[in-house]
Every structure is written in structure tokens, then in C-alpha cells.
């Protein structure tokens, strides 16, 4: 029981010491002659989200099933004239696979694989080196080969063909056939529940891996909870940023000294500086940010527009737009809603589905619509993988929206590496852009959030 919660523990399952203390309780409670009764004892006390329960079905059977799987001894069945016929027909293959003869033999008498034998396997597969569940079927599959179970299946073949040679009707070869299949299933099925336990015990033997910070996991390697937690945090990301770029403000309000406009106040008292004037340098900035929501970026677009919404107050003016394969205006939205209740609408409203990512088409449509918001005040914010389905890119449109903002933005989840391989068109969208940003995780897109917020 503690090799199978430490097991868990390391699959991700969150397990108490009181929670496990309780596990023990209830097994002494319900005790352990019925299987049932004690597996539901230690799911109630071990699991209490909906998520790991499938986790705990998984790794129940291997620390407390039966490693031995039901098999048939099939000789002792068949009448001494077809025990005979037997015999002479594996003898009659022995030219052919003679190694294979000790895995029929077994498998025709219905004997599992000792202990001794799985150890050579796993040791041969190398599976004493592995160290996580998701390389169980390889190893399985390694070991399999090792014992011979598919050379075992064409001798298998082999032999009832010589057995009908023989004399064998089909009934009785279909029936045959049958249980020396079972028998052949249940060689691999040991195979299997040996390897899923010898992994799932040297998980238990080692500590669980620290979990990184949700800060730092790439985009692209999110779990369902680990977008919750995100969702439920970002309003204290958002705080956070809220406080520094108030704290900037504060210091910035009496500004840097302004020679020229101090010279020029002064000059009513013949040069002599009697009055300091001081250059302001912290402007709220005006935002239009185009976000795609292509499945490839979605997680980044739909933390991008929270942080931004969230950070209104830093903010002179916010308007947002989203594409796959045209764009929409979801401006209204955000004005009418809280800002996570705002982009779950418009990502359900706005769903990933047969239609291919234009980013191209998107700013063209920018362009006849809504080009009057873009002035010497805006800053451009465009999140996006550069990826347009070989339709046209328009960087035309881009160096145009750059030359008339104060200055145009793009942020990419997409490994730089990859940057023009494919259909991407992301090298040619960053000599037009006045900065790139590397956005792989929720700490590269609040640096950059805050870098905005830093300079206006």
C-alpha cells in the first residue's frame, strides 16, 4: 500500500499523509479478503478529484492484481490419440524453430512464465532503466520479442496446418486454434501486468519530480488543470503587474528636468532658474491588439486579452480584435463583461474547426474597417505563430500599420527555430515589426505586458 500511493503521488495524484493514513485505516476497517470492498476503501480515501480517478484504475491492478493469468492445460484435454498426433506434429517443427519448442511446450500445457524467466526478459529489455509509465508498451513490446510471442503465433499457425495434414477435422482445429490463442493472450497479458508493475514500483521507489512553475511551462505543454490554476491566478499576475507599473507612475510623476523648457519659464527673471519644469515621461498607451486563436496559440491569446483587460486602469484605450480564418471585433464584448468571463464567451463563441488560419485575409479586412484607430498614439500588439496556410501574408499591410503607429509589436508562442519553415511567413513579418517577443510562457507574456505598461 505505500509502494502504491507513492506511486500515485509520482503519477501527479495530490495524496496527503493524512489522507494515506486514512487509506490504512479504512483497509483494516473492510479488511482485504474481498478485492472489491478494498479497492473502493482506497479510492474513497486516496482520491478526491474526479481527474485522478482514472490514474487510481490504472495503477490499482498492477500492485494488486494477479500477476499469474488464467490459462488452460490443453494437452491434459485431448484424447491420448490426439495427444499422440500431437507430439509428431511438434516434433515434426522442430527443424524449423527449434529454439521456440520450451515456449510451445509451455504455452500448450498452460504454464505461465516463472519469475525467473519475466526477470531475464526485463532485464534483456532494459526496463530496469525506464522510469516513467508512458514507456510501458515499449518496454511490453521488447519483452514480447524476447520471449518469441510472434514467432510463437506463426508456429501456432504452422502446427494446426500440419495437425489437419494429419487427420484433424476443422471443428477440432478451430477449437484448438482457440485455446491455444487464450493461452498465447495470456502469456502477453503477464508480460504486460509485469512490466506495468516493475514501472509503476521504481516510480514509487523515487521521490516525485518537483513541479515546475506554471510561470514557466511552455504554452504548449498545458494540462486541463494546469490552465485552471493559471486562470484562477492570473488576476494576482495581474495585480502584481498593476502594482510596478503604479509604482512607475508615482516616481515619474515629478519627471526628469527639462532644460529647454526651464530656460525658456525663466527668462522673465533675466536666466535666473527660479522655476524648475520637468519633462513627463509616462504616458498611458492606447492598445489595438489583433490575437489569433488558431489551436496553435489559443492558450496564449486567451491569457494575452485577460492580463490586458485586467490591466485597464494602466491603460488609455483598448481595442481587440481575433482571427483564424477572418477577423472579428470582440471589443463589446469586454465592455459587457469581466475580462474572464469576457474571453471564455469569445472563445466559445469563436471555436477552432474545418477553416485554416488567413492572417493575410484578417488584415486586409483590419484595413477597411478599422484602420482609423491606428495614430501616433496606438501601440499594435499582433499574437500570432506567423503561420498562414500559404494564402498571402500582407507584410504590406503590417509596415503601413508600424509607419502610422507609435510603434507595432508582434508576440509569437512559436519557437524562433521554426520561424519560415513550412507555412510560416514569420520572416517576413519581423523586419516590419519594431519588436519580436519570444512569448513560450506565462512569464515571457507578462515581461512583455509589463514592458508596454513601462514606457507607454
Known amino acids: 500500500m505505500v509502494a502504491f500511493i507513492r506511486a500515485l503521488r509520482a503519477a501527479g495524484v495530490r495524496i496527503s499523509l493524512a489522507e494515506s493514513q486514512d487509506a490504512m485505516y479504512g483497509a483494516d476497517a473492510v479488511g482485504v479478503n474481498n478485492k472489491e470492498h478494498f479497492r473502493v476503501a482506497l479510492k474513497t480515501t486516496l482520491v478526491k478529484e474526479a481527474r485522478d480517478q482514472e490514474r487510481f484504475e490504472y495503477y490499482f491492478p498492477l500492485f494488486f492484481g494477479a500477476n499469474t493469468p488464467p490459462m488452460q492445460d490443453i494437452l491434459s484435454q485431448m484424447s491420448p490419440s490426439d495427444q499422440k498426433m500431437m507430439e509428431q506434429a511438434m ?209 496564449c491569446a486567451e491569457f494575452l486579452l485577460t492580463l490586458i483587460y485586467e490591466l485597464q486602469d494602466q491603460v488609455a484605450r483598448t481595442n481587440s480584435y481575433i482571427f483564424i480564418s477572418d477577423l472579428t471585433d470582440i471589443s463589446m464584448v469586454f465592455k459587457e463583461y469581466e475580462p474572464q468571463e469576457a474571453v471564455q464567451r469569445v472563445l466559445e463563441d469563436n471555436r477552432p474547426g474545418y477553416y485554416n488560419t488567413d492572417l493575410g485575409r484578417s488584415l486586409e479586412t483590419f484595413r477597411q474597417e478599422h484602420y482609423g484607430l491606428v495614430t501616433s498614439k496606438t501601440t499594435v500588439i499582433i499574437l500570432g505563430d506567423g503561420r498562414n496556410n500559404y494564402n498571402d501574408p500582407r507584410a504590406d499591410i503590417v509596415q503601413e500599420m508600424q509607419r502610422r503607429s507609435r510603434r507595432l509589436l508582434w508576440f509569437n508562442p512559436e519557437n524562433p527555430g521554426l520561424w519560415g519553415t513550412g507555412d510560416s511567413d514569420m520572416l517576413q513579418y519581423v523586419p516590419v515589426s519594431d519588436s519580436v517577443y519570444y512569448v513560450n510562457n506565462l512569464r515571457d507574456l507578462a515581461n512583455a505586458v509589463d514592458k508596454i505598461l513601462t514606457d507607454g
Open 91 to 299: 516434433q515434426a517443427l522442430q527443424g524449423d524453430l527449434r529454439a521456440l519448442q520450451q515456449l510451445l511446450q509451455q504455452m500448450m500445457r498452460g504454464q505461465p512464465f516463472s519469475q525467473e524467466q519475466l526477470e531475464q526478459m526485463a532485464r534483456q529489455s532494459g526496463l530496469n532503466q525506464a522510469n516513467d509509465m508512458y514507456q510501458r508498451q515499449w518496454f511490453e513490446r521488447r519483452m514480447q520479442r524476447q520471449a518469441g510471442l510472434q514467432q510463437l503465433q506463426q508456429m501456432i499457425e504452422q502446427l494446426l496446418q500440419r495437425l489437419q495434414e494429419m487427420g484433424m477435422n476443422g471443428e477440432q482445429a478451430q477449437e484448438l486454434r482457440q485455446m491455444m490463442q487464450e493461452n498465447a493472450q495470456g502469456l502477453a497479458d503477464q508480460i504486460a501486468q509485469y512490466a506495468g508493475a516493475q514501472l509503476a514500483e521504481q516510480m514509487a521507489e523515487r521521490d516525485p519530480d518537483p513541479k515546475p512553475d506554471l510561470m514557466d511551462v511552455p504554452f504548449s505543454r498545458l494540462g486541463d488543470a494546469e490552465v485552471e490554476a493559471i486562470r484562477s491566478e492570473i488576476r494576482r499576475l495581474a495585480a502584481r503587474l498593476r502594482s510596478r507599473a503604479s509604482l512607475r507612475q508615482r516616481r515619474a510623476k515629478a519627471g526628469t528636468p527639462d532644460p529647454r523648457r526651464t530656460m525658456r519659464a525663466n527668462m522673465k527673471y533675466q536666466g535666473t532658474p527660479m522655476e524648475l519644469k520637468y519633462r513627463r515621461r509616462h504616458v498611458k498607451p492606447c492598445l489595438v491588439v489583433i490575437c489569433d486563436v488558431s489551436t496553435s496559440v489559443r492558450y
